[in-house]
Structures are given as structure tokens and as C-alpha cells.
């Protein structure tokens, strides 16, 4: 399949190699009723700060891989309308390409099992900026004002100095885009934050991220930690995953025991 015609799309998704002939592939005719749909539905949501994802089409996951490459230039379009810089904006489109690579990963094929992950991006309000992504959303009913979700994308390691200059870029670049919609919270929702892994990997980094949040609760998620860690869906065949790094050690351990992994929810301030 021809890629050239959509270079330029997929540089900015950061789509490559069999995943840009597949795309193509997708792109080559017209979007049926399930993408258009799709479409529709994250038309309706660009611009408005959505805190969850789409869920009410209910469209095949190629449908969802199509309409986001048809749906992402409207968001670059959005973006720079909003004065962010194309390179912003380009960072946060390119997890597209990261969620197919990692699709591979995990499934050994062509695909987006994320791709209701990836409908929060087209709504132009989660963005990259340095080494984290930031997702700005109303704080909810019991709050007043807005809020900043924090996101880690696989991108290898997460040192106190990269998560630093992201906080600190974030500070700046929400206040000079968004004026009127000042967050001066930050939320993270991640079995990064399960208290467990702090305990037990006291001088890791992502110890040393858990501890800028302070804990609101946590609650279970069994299979999070192992998704994570080893790009396994379910808790299949554990005995068969590697026990190399002291993540996988701790991540393996703890379910060999009879524990759960939980997600934590922690907040900090900006
Ligand atoms: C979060 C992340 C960037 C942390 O990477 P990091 O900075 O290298 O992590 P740490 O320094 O804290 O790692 C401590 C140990 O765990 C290992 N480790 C970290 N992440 C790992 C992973 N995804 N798979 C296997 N081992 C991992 C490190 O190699 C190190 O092992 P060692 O002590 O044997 O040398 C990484 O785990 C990652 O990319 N995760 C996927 C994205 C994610 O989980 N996002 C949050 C979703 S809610």
C-alpha cells in the first residue's frame, strides 16, 4: 500500500513501518457509517473538555483506527488555533502511533485496543508537554474550578529532573493557553501511585513520582500493574513472564502471594 499520499498525517501521528501501510490501507476508501459515526461523535466533543472517553458509538476497533487518522488534523487544526505550538501539538497526536506500536506488543498484530484512550486526545484537551501528558478537565461536582489529569506515556525513564521540567512547562503553557480555566490542582490515577510499589522500590523513580502526590484513596485493579509492566492483557500465564528488572520481580511477587494491585488516586498542587 501507497504511504506517501498521507506522509505528512503520519509523521505527525508518528505512524511507521507496517502500521503506516495498514493505516493507508484503512484511508484508501471512503469512511463507511461506523467511521462516520466515530466522527461524529468526536466532533461533537472537540473543544468542550470531556473527562471520559467515548463510549456511546458502538463501532468496530478498524472503524475507531480510521476515524482517528481522518479526526486528528481537525485537532492539529484546533491546537494552533489555540496558539499552541505545532510541536505541542504534534507531541501529543503522536501517542497515536506510540498506542499502535504498543497494540503490536501486546496483541502480535495491527490494532488499537486503547482507542477509547486515544477519542480524550481529539477532544484538543490533552497535551504533551515534555515528558508527561496533562489533561484539562472541570474538577468535578464536588469541586469548582479546573484540574490537570496526569498522564505517563511510555518513553523510557521517568527521572525526578524530566517530570520537574514537565510540571514546570505545564505551569506556564495551561495559564498562557487557557487563561480562563486556571488549574491549580493536579490529579493521577495509576497503579503507579499503589503504595506497595513505594514500599518496595523505595529509590525508584516511579517511588519518587508516587511521592509528590498525596494519596486520596485507592482502589483495586488487578490487572493494571501486569499490563503495564509486561504488555499482557489479563493474568494469564504469569509463570511464563520474565523476572529481569526489580519491577517485574515486585509486579509477579506480590500476585504469587495472593495480593491485588490497586490504582491509586493522589492529588498535588501546582
Ligand atoms: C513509568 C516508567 C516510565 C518508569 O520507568 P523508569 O523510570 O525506568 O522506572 P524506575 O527507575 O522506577 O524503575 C525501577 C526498576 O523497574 C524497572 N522497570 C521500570 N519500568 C519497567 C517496565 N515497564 N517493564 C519492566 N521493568 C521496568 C527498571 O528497569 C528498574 O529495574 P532495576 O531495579 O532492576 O534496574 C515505565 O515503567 C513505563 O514506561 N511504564 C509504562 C507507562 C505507564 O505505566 N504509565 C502509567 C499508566 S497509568
Known amino acids: 500500500m501507497e504511504t506517501g499520499t498521507h506522509a505528512e498525517l503520519f509523521k505527525l501521528l508518528d505512524i511507521s513501518a507496517e502500521d503506516a501501510q495498514e493505516c493507508a490501507a484503512l484511508l484508501a476508501t471512503p469512511p463507511d457509517s461506523n467511521v462516520q459515526q466515530a466522527l461524529d461523535a468526536m466532533k461533537a466533543r472537540l473543544g468542550t473538555y ?125 495559564s498562557r493557553h487557557f487563561p480562563d480555566k486556571p488549574a491549580t490542582v493536579a490529579t493521577c490515577d495509576s497503579w503507579m501511585l499503589d503504595p506497595y510499589l513505594s514500599e518496595k522500590l523505595p529509590n525508584s523513580n516511579i517511588a519518587s513520582f508516587a511521592r509528590r502526590f498525596t494519596l486520596d484513596r485507592c482502589t483495586d485493579a488487578p490487572t493494571d500493574a501486569v499490563y503495564f509492566t509486561f504488555r499482557q492483557r489479563g493474568l494469564q500465564d504469569l509463570e511464563k513472564l520474565p523476572r529481569e528488572t526489580s519491577l517485574q520481580r515486585v509486579v509477579l511477587e506480590r500476585i504469587d502471594d495472593g495480593g491485588t494491585w490497586q490504582l491509586g488516586h493522589g492529588h498535588l498542587a501546582l
Open 50 to 174: 470531556p473527562v471520559e472517553s467515548i463510549t456511546a458509538v458502538d463501532a468496530p476497533e478498524a472503524a475507531w483506527i480510521e476515524a482517528l487518522l481522518r479526526f486528528a488534523p481537525l485537532v492539529h487544526a484546533y491546537h494552533l488555533e489555540l496558539g499552541i505550538e505545532p510541536a505541542v501539538s504534534a507531541a501529543s497526536l503522536a501517542d497515536v502511533g506510540l498506542q499502535l506500536r504498543i497494540n503490536r506488543r501486546v496483541h502480535g498484530r495491527f490494532g488499537l485496543d486503547t482507542w477509547g484512550w486515544l477519542t480524550l486526545h481529539m477532544a484538543g484537551n490533552l497535551l504533551r508537554l515534555g515528558r508527561l501528558q496533562f489533561h484539562l478537565v472541570p474538577a468535578g461536582v464536588s469541586a469548582s474550578g479546573w484540574v490537570l489529569g496526569v498522564h505517563i506515556p511510555e518513553d523510557g525513564g521517568l527521572s525526578p529532573a524530566l517530570v520537574d521540567g514537565s510540571f514546570a512547562e505545564a505551569r506556564a503553557f495551561f
